[in-house]
DNA sequence: TTGAAAGCGCTAACAA
DNA sequence: TTGTTAGCGCTTTCAA
């Protein structure tokens, strides 16, 4: 029980015994090949000794340092932070660590991470982020280690990824407001430059459109407004716009346009209908309560960490391109 | 500028230049000692090769892995998700890396967590979580890295810490209560282990009522509620206990507080008061906003890295049971 | 200013 | 079943 006296090593624990290091460290990884006797005596000295291996020096001699390392835009953001607690409880499930890094989405940070992350040499990497240029890209790939992509970025088959079908879930809601003869559907998105804003949710709500043979109004998307203050300013254009329902790509921008809509008189969902994406709690602390798309988010976190443990150990992935269902969560922001 | 080629070594680099490995690592390293027409032909060669010094293998040869263990009840929870971003932002700034575990706030996962962390050979780590057994605090110390407790745990004196003066907090916020003639003001607390809870926040309540002269009525107590709904069902017990304000410990509990009684058609803050501790975006998004404690959750987690890495560099730390300012953020929920 | 050489603590052939 | 022996890629004295 003392084990103060400055970390034992192998080969102390060899010594103790007088046994090879070889021995001792077939004990420590379960081979086999170790006679019971044997085995017991080592495991005694160990407890005696109070050894534990250095994960380090195992990491340089066996090249797997049962590190993994997430990239996320901001661990302070709960769609984010729940991915990564699927991610975590995963990763300890199957023995391995994370090594956390924000990058704010941006690419600068995504680049530095990485370039880390390969020094530590990590065994495997989950990206996550709304974006993912042809740079970062490359020096993920280089890094060597396999990689896959957690609800955000939806990568066009350039790498593993687990999502929701994004086009699929802003058709849907889009089309269910049309059929409602609320032909004038705001759109609100994230930043320019998100692929899966641009790509996906842009194009779902496109489709709807189309659909219902109405036509495309530009001045009923709103893009670039994050988080809660953003969206309580946008409501004034939204009802300038006499938009009778809104899409929008998250729930703090929708709760501010909820909550500033309603400040200045407006009903909802009388007035106005809102719908936003994620499902976080927000929704259900607003009044009233916010109907949202749910996506599966430990789910994804989970999901996706499960891939990269498979990928790591060379196994068979079957699809790698992985869409998990979403489910709309239809509560008092909706008719 | 093709690092396709299998990993290149110190001594790739070395044998490049056709100087020695030592050199090498103190071009690398930015030793002053190697004349500049050298560092820049090594430079030159480690662009070439697209060289990156392996992680592990310097940290096994100099015993330092610039990795920093941070220990979380649930980055999910926005409070110390907060902290975290408030530390990974610090630990970046001094060129470590993260290795996160969440724990629920458990003692056996704290072990887990501990033993995984020393194995690694972290350089030190910041403790985040309600409680911190004497077995966990000793399991702490046998790692032999300096430890930081951030924001949560108050150790008393036993080891480094970063808080806000919880007592002082409560005790501000009942006697404010107090001396609108509230006599009846319901405490809500987290679970019953807490130290934090038990020891700093209840005493602080305590002193409040015996300043202004009030008994203590343990039936104004309510313990082990936590998260929004947990709040929306303690809110028949806190109307029925005639309570004419609420303080409770966190913000999300306060939120279903809040709504559940609206719902129930009190008003607030002319029926019941209510105000919380945290000040997460949740207090913004509530109808009417909550009142709230401040606790400055970036700059706890920022100074409580910054004091890491001085004691990790052996430097002076002045005084190292750090509280900084809370304030009071007074909103529509009390008057 | 530079190099030689000895580890850091462990894994993993290969032998025995 | 066990031991021997090379490394893994780097830092760090100690000499030169």
Redesign the interface.
């Known amino acids: 029980m003392d ?2 006296k400055k ?1 034992a090593t192998i080969y102390d624990v060899a010594a103790a015994v007088g046994v090879s290091l070889a021995t001792v460290s077939r004990v420590v990884n379960g081979s086999d090949s170790v006679r019971p006797a044997t085995r017991d005596k080592v495991l005694a000295a160990i407890e005696e000794l109070g050894y ?6 195992r ?2 001699a066996s090249k797997k ?1 049962t ?1 993994v390392g ?1 990239v996320i835009p ?3 953001n ?1 769609f984010y ?2 991915l ?2 699927g991610i ?2 995963i990763a ?1 499930m199957y023995q391995y ?6 990058t704010d989405d941006e690419e600068e940070q995504a680049m530095t991470a990485i ?2 992350l ?4 990590v065994d495997g990497i989950i990206y996550m982020g709304t974006k993912l240029s042809e740079k970062v890209l490359s020096a993920v790939r ?1 890094t ?1 280690v396999p990689v896959v992509l957690a609800g955000s970025v939806a990568g066009d088959g350039a790498l593993p990824s687990v999502n929701i079908d994004y086009t699929a879930a802003f058709q849907e809601i889009t089309t269910k407001f049309l059929n409602k003869n609320h032909s004038r559907v705001a759109l609100v998105l994230g930043s320019k430059d998100r692929t899966i804003d641009e790509k996906f949710r842009l194009e779902g709500y496109k489709k709807a459109l189309e659909e219902a043979g109405e036509s495309f109004d530009e001045s009923l998307v709103f893009t670039g407004a994050k988080g ?1 203050a953003a969206g309580q300013k946008l409501a004034a254009q939204i009802i300038e716009q006499k938009a009778q329902a809104v899409v929008a790509y998250e729930d ?1 921008v929708a ?1 501010g346009i909820l ?1 500033a809509v ?1 400040d200045a008189g407006y009903k909802v969902p009388e007035d106005l209908e809102i719908i936003s994406s994620n499902n976080t ?2 929704t ?4 009233p309560e916010l109907s949202s798309i749910n996506q599966p988010k430990y789910d994804i976190g989970a999901v996706a960490m499960r891939m990269l443990t498979k990928l790591m150990n060379k196994e068979e992935v079957g699809e790698d391109q992985v869409k998990l269902p979403y489910t709309l969560v239809e509560r008092a922001s909706t008719m």
């Not at 390969?118 to 040499?121: L, Y």
């Not at 259900?284 to 009044?287: G, I, K, Q």
């Open positions: 084990e103060q970390n534990q291996p250095n994960a380090v020096a990491g340089l340092t590190t997430v901001d661990i302070t709960l932070s729940e990564t607690r975590d409880d300890r660590d994370v090594l956390l890094t924000n370039k880390n390969a020094q530590k040499q280089a060597g809660y703090e709760l909550n309603q709690t927000y259900l602390v607003a009044r």
